[in-house]
């Protein structure tokens, strides 16, 4: 049984469609990130399972029981979900102590008498915040208010927390830090989550599975290694990740199967599913551009150095600029002449 299943879910305001036919399947204890840009309808479908907004057309099963249909529309409280805003949204009034002990006020799942204060400090002691109880929202950090906003979407287990872009608004330093800890407190829960992002790492890097939602259509789901590796189209391949989409044609087959040829050189096909023929669009991933090789010389116009890697982008004739990501000991100077290639099978599609 899943833990959700939307299926089939449209959502209009006025005559602007949002969301159109999406579905999505999350199983239990798992982590799923929808990845989109803004605009591409990631708030209003989670709106739609957190059960704030209801679907003009499709429906939406949480753990066996539909929740929304062209039937009836179950009101959120009675959705057993937690939900965590981009912003926490904690009640300034309230101590943290406070903020976290409302779930348990509200939940479907009331703790036993005397277990309510063990609950408040069980959660503030899993997002490390268990001196902290005393204090009130203006007096932390932003990080440290994100965390007792996921606190608080635990404190009364519920069967599946919504996280909305919760880590957007943090500086880059601590937003590493916070998402581990908060992405910790969901694993060492068992809670299944659904977080939407516009971040490609952070969701490549976090999920069991990633959705990918282009203008309220998901144009992929899958796990994170699948969809970076096997992009369904150039479109998805180019927003999960840094690609170089080059023009090619089809080779004859050689004794590594079907091939095609770029500005880069010859390259064996991974995936041996093109149908028809005409011009192509390669898809070659930085790691796999080599500076050593001897397919095309180039030029090299920019390097970003980062520490552990470099990002360095090559001028190359009929293939323009390419980006090769390379180990950062030995990085090329802007200017400097290289001959570039290509390790590994590549992805292709017909124009």
């Known amino acids: 049984m899943m833990a959700l299943e939307a299926?089939?879910?449209?959502?209009?305001?006025?005559t602007v469609p949002v969301l159109r036919?999406?579905?999505?399947?999350?199983?239990?204890?798992?982590?799923?990130a929808v990845l989109g840009s803004s605009g591409a309808g990631k708030t209003t479908l989670l709106r739609i399972i957190?059960?704030?907004?209801?679907?003009?057309?499709?429906t939406v099963t949480l753990g066996g029981m539909t929740v929304d249909s062209g039937r009836g529309h179950v009101p959120p409280e009675r959705r057993h979900i937690g939900y965590v805003p981009q912003d926490g949204a904690l009640f300034p009034h309230l101590t943290v102590r406070g903020n976290v002990a409302f779930a348990l006020s509200r939940g479907s799942v009331r703790p036993r008498l005397g277990r309510g204060d063990a609950v408040v400090e069980e959660m503030l002691d899993l997002v490390g915040l268990a001196d902290l109880g005393a204090r009130y929202p203006h007096e932390l950090s932003g990080g440290q208010q994100q965390r007792v906003a996921i606190a608080r979407a635990l404190a009364s287990r519920p069967r599946l927390v919504l996280l909305d872009e919760p880590f957007a608004a943090l500086d880059a330093s601590l937003r590493s830090t916070v998402r581990a800890d908060v992405l910790g407190a969901l694993r060492a829960t068992g809670t299944t989550g659904v977080l939407v992002t516009h971040d490609q790492d952070e969701a490549l890097s976090v999920a069991d599975f990633v959705a990918v939602l282009r203008d309220g259509v998901i144009t992929q789901a899958g796990t994170p290694a699948s969809v970076y590796s096997a992009p369904a189209d150039p479109w998805t391949a180019a927003f999960v990740g840094t690609a170089n989409l080059l023009p090619g044609v089809l080779e004859a087959d050689g004794p590594d199967g079907r091939r095609v040829r770029t500005a880069l050189g010859s390259h064996p096909l991974r995936a041996d599913?093109?149908?028809?023929?005409?011009?192509?669009?390669?898809?070659?991933r930085p790691e796999q551009v080599t500076l050593s090789g001897s397919a095309a010389a180039g030029t090299v116009k920019e390097t970003r150095y980062h520490g552990h890697d470099a990002m360095v982008t090559v001028d190359v004739a009929g293939a323009g600029l390419v980006r090769a990501r390379t180990s950062g000991a030995a990085v090329p100077a802007p200017g400097e002449k290289v001959t570039v290639g290509v390790d590994g099978p590549v992805i292709a599609w017909l124009k």
Do not use: R
């Not at 299926?7 to 006025?14: A, D, E, H, I, N």
């Open 50 to 58: 957190a059960g704030f907004e209801a679907p003009d057309e499709g």
């Open 21 to 32: 036919g999406v579905s999505l399947s999350v199983t239990p204890g798992t982590l799923t």
């Open 7 to 14: 299926t089939g879910l449209w959502k209009s305001y006025g």
């Open 273 to 284: 599913d093109l149908t028809g023929s005409g011009e192509l669009t390669v898809l070659v």
